[in-house]
């Protein structure tokens, strides 16, 4: 079946412009993942969804940051007024129900902002 | 807090054994071992949970303390295809945060 699916693979965006990105989780996964990618870095924690609720937004880097989900399936990651240190590869992930089943990875939205 | 990979790179020529190891400074209630290759998204590789659960590949090993708050990540008879840069994630008991380390970069060489 289809696998996590993200979108745009690469956006270039220009400092103190909004930005969305967005997630097609893997059909019937109802936990969802944001993470964040520096270059050469490990993955950092942004959000996590169980269906459309979220009850854990304490990785959310800023205010500028928001999150939400629709009928348990895409998700969509809005950065506002976006700055330099926000270029990173924002990754998504599903998995099936629980915290300790394993995630499904997208292949990220490489954010660059100018 | 962030776990503590060790080591940071590693070099094996096919067919040698490494060990990946991951530690952190508080309680785990798990701890979750992906696998990235450059330019990819990560690959689930195995779970292990506090109580000695394991949910994972056949051909990949790992054992986890809970008492020193420690896992390793055994690797045997590497192939060119275990290259890749090797994440450990750690929870905690009622958190829904999965805080990843800054990874394990191996090298298979022929």
């Known amino acids: 079946g289809a696998g996590v699916s993200q979108s745009p693979s690469n956006k270039v965006t220009e400092k103190g412009k909004d930005v969305e990105l967005r997630c097609d989780p893997i059909?019937?996964?109802?936990?969802l993942y944001w993470y964040r990618q520096r270059l050469g870095q490990g993955l950092e924690f942004l959000i996590y969804?169980?269906?459309?609720?979220?009850?854990?937004k304490s990785g959310l880097p800023s205010d500028r940051f928001s999150a939400e989900r629709t009928g348990e399936s895409v998700s969509t990651l809005t950065i506002q007024r976006t700055q330099q240190e926000d270029s990173a590869v924002y990754l998504c992930?599903?998995?099936?129900?629980?915290?300790?089943?394993?995630?499904?990875f997208g292949p990220g939205t490489r954010l660059t902002v100018t | 807090q962030q776990p503590v990979q060790s080591p940071q790179a590693v070099i094996l020529r096919e067919g040698e054994d490494a060990v990946i190891n991951c530690s952190s400074s508080?309680?785990?209630?798990?701890v979750h071992w992906y696998r990235q290759k450059h330019g990819e998204a990560p690959v689930f590789l195995m779970i292990l949970l506090k109580g000695g659960e394991q949910k994972g590949h056949d051909k990949i090993s790992a054992s986890f303390n809970e008492k020193k708050q420690q896992s390793s990540l055994y690797l045997t008879a590497s192939q060119l295809s275990y290259s890749g840069t090797y994440f450990c994630g750690t929870r905690g008991a009622g958190s829904y945060q999965l805080t990843f380390g800054k990874g394990t970069k191996l090298s298979v060489i022929p």
């Open positions: 059909s019937g996964h109802t936990a």
């Open positions: 992930a599903s998995s099936r129900r629980q915290l300790q089943d394993e995630q499904y």
């Open positions: 508080k309680a785990l209630y798990s």
């Open positions: 969804f169980q269906g459309n609720s979220a009850p854990d």
